[in-house]
């Protein structure tokens, strides 16, 4: 089957469950992820998308929501593509959050406010961990104590 008719395919498939507009059909940003994996309390969680090289935005046009439990990502972007360029990652800062679960929703709209495709991924916070001692601090106080102990042991027998 010629590609070109494959491609026609899927976009009627992707488009005949609701009524679909051309910009539906293309995801200039795609594979959204969360990062830091996992997050604490005290990182600030970044949303992670990567470019397929056509997406042209404005990277001061984003806003970010929550509510409870949802995260909400807007901003705006076009699908420009004259020649491609090769792909590249794009981080949106989302803030701070408590321990517990969370769905990051990202919407882009283009400059019109029509709508792309919606991607949505759930992502975890855990409670701040308790920070160790390095190994080399740790080495250090223990040479210390044996440093101590061997003085006062010398000094007790001297006098």
């Known amino acids: 089957m010629n590609p070109l008719r494959k491609r026609i395919i899927f976009l009627a498939l992707l488009c005949s469950s609701t009524i679909c ?35 042209a935005f404005d990277p001061w046009t984003f806003q970010t929501t929550s509510v ?15 020649v491609p360029q090769a792909g590249f990652h794009v981080g949106f800062p989302l803030g701070r959050f408590a321990p517990g679960t969370y769905t990051l929703t990202y919407e882009p709209t ?35 104590t044996i440093l101590i102990t061997g003085l006062c042991g010398l000094t007790m027998r001297s006098s």
């Open 21 to 55: 507009t051309a910009q539906e059909a293309f995801f200039p940003l795609v594979g959204l992820t969360t990062l830091p994996r996992p997050a604490t309390s005290q990182d600030v969680v970044w949303a992670d998308l990567i470019s397929n090289g056509c997406a």
């Open 68 to 82: 409870g439990q949802s995260v909400r990502l807007t901003h705006k972007v076009d699908y420009i593509c004259g």
């Open 110 to 144: 283009d400059y019109y406010g029509y709508p792309y495709a919606v991607q949505s991924v759930e992502f975890t916070v855990e409670a701040n961990a308790i920070p160790t001692l390095s190994h080399t601090f740790t080495r250090f106080l223990l040479a210390a």
